[in-house]
T-cell receptor
Framework: GAVVSQHPSWVICKSGTSVKIECRSL??????MFWYRQFPKQSLMLMAT?????????EQGVEKDKFLINHASLTLSTLTVTSAHPEDSSFYIC???????????????FGNGTRLTVT | RKEVEQDPGPFNVPEGATVAFNCTYSNSASQSFFWYRQDCRKEPKLLMS???SGNEDGRFTAQLNRASQYISLLIRDSKLSDSATYLC???????????FGTGTSLTVIP
């Protein structure tokens, strides 16, 4: 089945540093990938839609200059949390759909998530 | 109104019980429907798709009611390992517009 790989699984960094998270579709091409954030005991929140070869689409309230998204190829999207602060500590998850979203019955496949702790 | 609304939960049920969750959606043009399971501190994993005619996978039954715009998930003979948060996902006809329910927490008690 379709697999989405996310790296790293967890990261601890100091306040002010930047952290890059990678999301790869391993056996399919994804023109679109999605980035989420989930705080403890809360639901998934879509942060942005990453589009291969073009700018990402950010959800309302998500700072595009803080959360930089790059989707340089059909199998890789990256999320960089710039100048991270403790309030950015969260569980970040990516997802993608096989077929690039053209198949309505294709489910979303999620990466294993990245637990970010900013000290 | 939210695009997708889900039973708030939490549901605490004894082992062996039958439990059902509902998820309503607001857009009649919604095309595809899925149930996901999310364990604590893990990513959501696909549990099952929801087909128009309803579908079953072992102890799990998913149903779609387009007229009333809701999907349901029924779990029979609950196991301790069923304890998790269950998310419904609705995808609109454009294919890249999708919405999550907030999730329903299920705890199966011995």
């Amino acid at each position: 089945g379709a697999v989405v790989s996310q790296h790293p699984s967890w990261v601890i960094c100091k306040s002010g540093t930047s952290v890059k998270i990678e999301c790869r579709s391993l056996d399919f091409q994804a023109t679109t990938m999605f980035w989420y954030r989930q705080f403890p005991k809360q639901s998934l929140m879509l942060m942005a839609t990453s589009n291969e070869g073009s700018k990402a689409t950010y959800e309302q309230g998500v700072e595009k200059d803080k959360f930089l998204i790059n989707h340089a190829s059909l199998t890789l999207s990256t999320l960089t949390v710039t100048s991270a602060h403790p309030e950015d500590s969260s569980f970040y998850i990516c997802s993608a759909r096989d077929g690039g979203g053209s198949s309505y019955n294709s489910p979303l496949h999620f990466g294993n998530g990245t637990r970010l702790t900013v000290t | 109104r939210k695009e997708v609304e889900q039973d708030p939960g939490p549901f605490n049920v004894p082992e062996g019980a039958t439990v059902a969750f509902n998820c309503t959606y607001s857009n009649s043009a919604s095309q595809s429907f899925f149930w996901y399971r999310q364990d604590c501190r893990k990513e959501p994993k696909l549990l099952m798709s929801v087909y128009s005619s309803g579908n079953e996978d072992g102890r799990f039954t998913a149903q779609l009611n387009r007229a009333s715009q809701y999907i349901s998930l029924l779990i029979r003979d609950s196991k301790l390992s069923d304890s998790a948060t269950y998310l419904c996902v609705v995808i609109w006809t454009t294919g890249n517009q999708f919405y999550f329910g907030t999730g329903t927490s299920l705890t199966v008690i011995p």
